[in-house]
């Protein structure tokens, strides 16, 4: 059974940051962003699960289930501000609440 | 194994990349979905079983339905796709492409010097990330127990202030 190389495995964690990086800087959705944000969350993921099974050590898995709780706390809170920011403006365009005025 | 990663692992940068240029919320959650699913066959590719399970479980199943919920909450007809043509010329992907790219050669070239392998052929069982979780990381367990809490109290609160918008704005 050959293996693979542990550059190829961080590249597709590169791969897959750099193409979230790319959602969040050109959709001027929030939905989309957010999402973009979730892309680049799990990219991270795959990091710490690749540089823990080069390592064969459990910590990038632990690693990965606190990455886990982060993106499901930032995920319920981005939502419910999704939800407001539509209900107050009425559009998903970020650049919509582009003023501090409370 | 090693095809099966190269080959979810190109699905999987596939699929991300539908999903950042979708117009359709609906069509670009569905492509994130499949996303997700290839990188828990990765991950299950890397011996790393119980990640995947979780990367099922939570990311393609809790998080995704949270997104699915909001989008039909919001009830985007099809206004929103004219919409997302409108902002979604070609030249704006241009500046973020090309910052990206760089960003990502230069990972490249960083990751390219380390040597060594992933061989996936030592799985790190559950029972083993369940024990290094309760006795090295139990103080961060705790931490992510607050994190939680905090979220969801935030959530509440924001989702509070969402239901009592229409009362206030009906007299006027």
Redesign the interface.
């Given at each position: 059974?050959?293996?693979?190389?542990?550059?190829?495995?961080?590249?597709?964690a590169?791969?897959?940051?750099?193409?979230?990086?790319?959602?969040v800087?050109?959709?001027?959705?929030i939905?989309?962003m957010?999402?973009?944000i979730?892309?680049m969350l799990?990219a991270a993921?795959?990091a710490f699960?690749?540089a823990?099974?080069?390592w064969?050590?459990?910590?990038?898995?632990?690693l990965?289930?606190?990455i886990?709780?982060?993106?499901?706390?930032?995920?319920?809170?981005g939502?419910?501000?999704?939800?407001?920011l539509?209900?107050?403006f009425k559009t998903?365009?970020a650049d919509a609440a582009s003023t501090m005025k409370g | 194994?090693?095809a099966i990663?190269?080959i979810s692992?190109v699905v999987?940068?596939v699929a991300?990349?539908m999903?950042?240029t979708r117009r359709n919320?609906v069509h670009?959650?569905l492509y994130?979905i499949v996303?997700?699913l290839a990188?828990a066959v990765?991950?299950f590719?890397?011996?790393?079983p119980?990640?995947a399970a979780?990367?099922v479980i939570?990311?393609a199943g809790?998080?995704m339905v949270?997104?699915i919920?909001?989008?039909m909450?919001?009830n985007?007809g099809q206004h929103?796709v004219a919409q997302?043509s409108r902002?979604?010329t070609p030249g704006?992907?241009v500046?973020?492409?090309l910052?990206?790219?760089i960003?990502?050669v230069e990972?490249?070239l960083i990751?390219?010097r380390?040597?060594?392998?992933?061989?996936?052929?030592?799985q790190?069982s559950p029972s083993?990330?369940g024990?290094?979780?309760f006795s090295?990381?139990l103080v961060?367990v705790e931490l992510?127990s607050m994190?939680?809490l905090?979220?969801?109290v935030?959530?509440y609160h924001?989702?509070r202030?969402?239901k009592s918008?229409p009362a206030e704005e009906d007299p006027s």
């Open positions: 059974m050959t293996s693979v190389p542990f550059e190829h495995a961080l590249a597709l590169g791969v897959l940051f750099a193409l979230g990086l790319v959602g800087l050109a959709r001027r959705n939905i989309f957010l999402m973009s979730e892309i799990n993921g795959v699960v690749v823990g099974s080069m064969e050590k459990p910590d990038g898995q632990v990965f289930i606190f886990l709780t982060m993106a499901a706390a930032e995920v319920s809170v939502l419910a501000l999704v939800l407001s539509y209900h107050r998903l365009d | 194994m090693t990663f190269y692992a999987a940068i991300t990349a999903v950042i919320a670009a959650l994130l996303s997700l990188a990765v991950f590719t890397l011996g790393a119980f990640v979780l990367e939570v990311y809790a998080i949270l997104f919920f909001v989008i909450m919001l985007l929103t997302e902002w979604l704006i992907w500046g973020p492409s910052l990206g790219t960003l990502l990972v490249i990751c390219s380390s040597a060594g392998s992933v061989t996936g052929q030592v790190v083993e990330v024990i290094s979780l090295t990381y961060a992510a994190l939680l905090a979220g969801l935030g959530a924001l989702g202030r969402l918008g």
